[in-house]
Structures are given as structure tokens and as C-alpha cells.
């Protein structure tokens, strides 16, 4: 099975290619720049920035993926949840490329697909494979996939080089031969989610969070801190350089025995604590403290929240995805964490992290090979999709 995929549901326009859960292309542009300028997203610019660049971003994954459009044997688009009139782009469009080739179509919830992302993994080069493919010094190595629904034989799809192999991109595909039951840790800019999967497309969300989502947390402290939109990758930089221990900022909900998380009172802590101390602001070494201080109370509570879900639920495995998943300190911290408690832990893929059309593709292959009902073709987005 050939599927497109398209991902328009904030600001990363993006497209994929997926065939057999082999990632052919994953084409995204980003207008974080864009909209830098007004220190957040603005949705009606995002939806035509998202008009603007999917065509040509659909186009070049295509053509990266070596795959014509007739080629295509289903397509898959963010349906929800996200900004109502940029769901609206690639929802829409995909659906009419769904009705103009008469292929099915399935709308995906995108914290679903985040859910799954952590599986999606580069793929080790195999020499062997790469000389039988005519490309030098890399090649797919096939996928042993012991979850495939046994309803529907697996794609027969022989293992085919990667368009962008060789050129320097890696290789990415899912591998759930090693999927085990997990608690999924969801990080960006709009959520914070704490879900337990307990089988391939079962899952249980335990907590959310009740105001600010982690990634707003940095963006808003941030911005405090006179530091540029989005300000969690500088947070990330400037801590590395700073003492986590100078300012003692609260960690909400820490101790609360429920899965929620609540960031608003620790952005409120950290207004009050710049009012009060100005002065910090004009020492370079006191913002790169700030910024510690400040991640690791996040992080703190991410982490510990996450081990202690793992823990109740009986689980073994933690699975980590969303924007702020990039940060290398949540890395190493949840690495730290999960090989204390004896848990098995996987991060997504940096590249990943953020809004992508893969992770939409890959759920989606999956979905249309366990045979789930596909919606009718003219049904619309859902802004407010939560998940269950
Ligand atoms: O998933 P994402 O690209 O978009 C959505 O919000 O859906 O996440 C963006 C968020 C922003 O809040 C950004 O500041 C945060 O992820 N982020 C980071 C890092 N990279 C991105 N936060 C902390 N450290 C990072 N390295
Ligand atoms: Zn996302």
C-alpha cells in the first residue's frame, strides 16, 4: 500500500510519503519565522502560509519518493485536533485527492499519531543491500513486523531503497516488532498528555493538563526573560551554560495523585520573580541560571509524573514525542529515570519531535490494514478532537 499523508494543523506544513511502514519522504516546512514576528502563532497566516506550500511541498514528496500520484493507493490527513482554518488546508485537499483518484481516505487524530512517532526510527544501512540496490553504501533493511494484524496479509511490497538514501537523509521506518504496552509521555506547545497504550491502536488518556502546556511554559517564560519566539530551544541552549539549582521554582501537581499537569503557576512565579529582580535580566549568567532553573522545575515534574504513570499502570516501556521532546535535558532526564526504575524507554526521533506528515502516514497504513471503518469523504475536521 502507497499513501500520502498530509499534516497542516498549526504551523508545519508537511507531506509523506508511507509504503509498508517504510517512510518514503517526509517533506516539512516550517514557519516558525513567520511567525516569530508576532510571538506566536497566528492561525489565518499559518492557513495561508499552509495554501501557499502544500502543493509544492506534496509535490516534492512525491517526487523524493519517486512515486507518481496514480501510484497512490490511499491518502490519510490530520483531521484534529489543531487551528480550525489550518486543519481545513490539508484536510480538505487531501480529501479531494481521495475523491479525484477514487482511493480511500482516513482522517487521523494527531495526538494518536504522536503516539506512535517514538516507533519511527532510522534505519541501520545495510552494505549488502545497498550494493544489490545501486546505491553506494546504503540501503532498507526489510522489517520484520510481528504486530501486523493477521486479518490482511503484510504489504508484499519488496524492501525498496529509500529515494533519499544516499543523498545523505536517513532512512526512517516503523518498527513495531518491539512494540510493548507503554505509557506515552505527549509534550508541544498546545498539549501536555499522559496516555497509557496498552495495545497497538488501544489507548487510555490518564492526564492532561489542566491550564499552560509544558512547551507553552517555555515559550511564555521565555518570552519573560526577553528571549525570542519559540523560546523553548533557546531555554534548552542557555541552561546548558546555567546552575538548575540557583532559583527555586515550583513544581505544580508534583505530588498530586493524579496524571495532570498544570504549568500556569509556575509561569506566574517566574513573572513575579523578574519583577522583583530586574536586575537578573542584565547579566547573561543569571538569564542562562534563570533558564535552568526554570527547565528543571519542568522537567521535574514531566519526568517524575511520567515514571510514576509507567509505574501504576504495571507498564515497561515509556515512549516520549511532541516539540519539547527535543529538549536534550527531558532526554537525558527520562534516560536517567527510566533505567533507575528498570523501564524501557523510546524517544521519537528528533526530526519527529515536531509536527510531521510521516507520523500521520505510518498510523494511518496501520489503521487501513486493521480494517477500522473509513469515515465518508465529506466529513469535516475537528478542531477539538480530544483524545479518549
Ligand atoms: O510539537 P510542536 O512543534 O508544535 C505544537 O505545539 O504542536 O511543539 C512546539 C513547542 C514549542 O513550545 C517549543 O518551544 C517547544 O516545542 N520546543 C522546545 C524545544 N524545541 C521545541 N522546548 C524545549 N526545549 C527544546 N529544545
Ligand atoms: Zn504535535
Known amino acids: ?60 514528496a512525491l517526487r523524493e519518493a519517486g512515486v507518481s500520484a496514480a501510484q497512490l493507493d ?11 482554518i489550518a486543519l481545513l488546508v490539508g484536510f480538505k485537499a487531501a480529501q479531494s485527492v481521495a475523491f479525484a483518484l477514487n482511493k480511500p481516505f482516513i482522517g487521523i487524530n494527531h495526538h494518536e499519531a504522536h503516539l506512535y512517532s517514538p516507533w519511527i526510527q532510522s534505519i541501520s544501512p ?12 546504503s540501503s532498507v533493511v526489510g522489517l520484520t513486523d510481528a504486530n501486523t494484524p493477521s486479518s490482511k496479509p503484510s504489504d508484499p511490497s519488496p524492501s525498496i531503497p529509500l529515494p533519499s538514501e544516499g543523498r545523505g537523509k536517513p ?7 518491539k512494540f510493548q504496552p507503554n505509557v506515552s509521555l505527549i509534550v508541544s506547545g498546545g498539549h501536555t498528555l499522559l496516555v497509557l497504550v496498552e495495545s497497538e491502536l488501544n489507548h487510555r488518556v490518564l492526564g492532561g493538563t489542566i491550564d499552560d502546556a509544558a512547551g507553552e511554559c517555555f515559550d511564555k517564560t521565555g518570552k519573560l526573560m526577553g528571549l525570542t519566539y519559540p523560546a523553548g530551544p533557546v531555554i534548552d541552549q542557555l541552561a546548558e551554560q546555567g546552575n538548575p539549582k540557583a532559583f527555586d521554582f515550583p513544581r505544580p501537581l508534583l505530588h498530586d495523585a493524579n496524571d495532570d499537569f498544570s504549568f500556569s503557576g509556575l509561569k506566574t512565579s517566574v513573572r513575579y520573580f523578574i519583577r522583583d529582580h530586574p536586575e537578573l535580566l542584565a547579566d547573561r549568567k ?44 527531558l532526554r537525558a532526564e527520562l534516560e536517567r529515570a527510566c533505567q533507575k526504575n528498570g523501564l524501557a524507554l523510546r524517544l521519537a526521533d528528533k526530526s519527529l ?8 502516514g505510518i498510523l494511518a497504513e496501520r489503521k487501513l490494514r486493521a480494517n477500522v471503518p473509513l469515515p465518508a469523504l465529506d466529513e469535516e475536521i475537528k478542531p477539538g478532537w480530544a483524545l479518549a
Request: with cysteine.
Open 74 to 84: 490511499a491518502v490519510a490527513a490530520t483531521q484534529g485536533p489543531g487551528l480550525g
Open 171 to 177: 532512512a526512517l521506518a516503523a518498527d513495531f516488532s
Open 126 to 137: 545495510s552494505p549488502l543491500q545497498g550494493e544489490r540496490a545501486g546505491v553506494r553504501g
Open 1 to 60: 500500500m502507497t499513501l500520502l499523508a498530509l499534516e497542516t494543523s498549526c504551523d508545519e506544513t508537511s507531506a509523506a510519503i508511507v509504503r509498508a511502514g517504510k517512510v518514503l519522504a517526509n517533506v516539512v516546512s516550517s514557519q516558525i519565522t513567520l511567525h516569530a514576528e508576532y510571538g506566536g502563532v497566528v492561525p489565518e497566516l499559518a492557513a495561508r502560509e499552509h495554501l501557499k506550500n502544500l502543493l509544492p511541498v506534496a509535490q516534492s
Open 353 to 360: 519531535c515536531t509536527d510531521n506528515a510521516a507520523m500521520i
Open 286 to 329: 543569571q538569564i542562562c541560571d534563570l533558564c535552568a532553573s526554570v527547565q528543571a522545575a519542568i522537567i521535574e515534574v514531566l519526568v517524575k509524573k511520567t515514571i510514576r504513570a509507567a509505574k501504576r499502570a504495571g507498564v515497561r516501556c515509556v515512549t516520549a514525542s511532541g516539540g519539547v521532546t527535543c529538549n536534550r535535558a
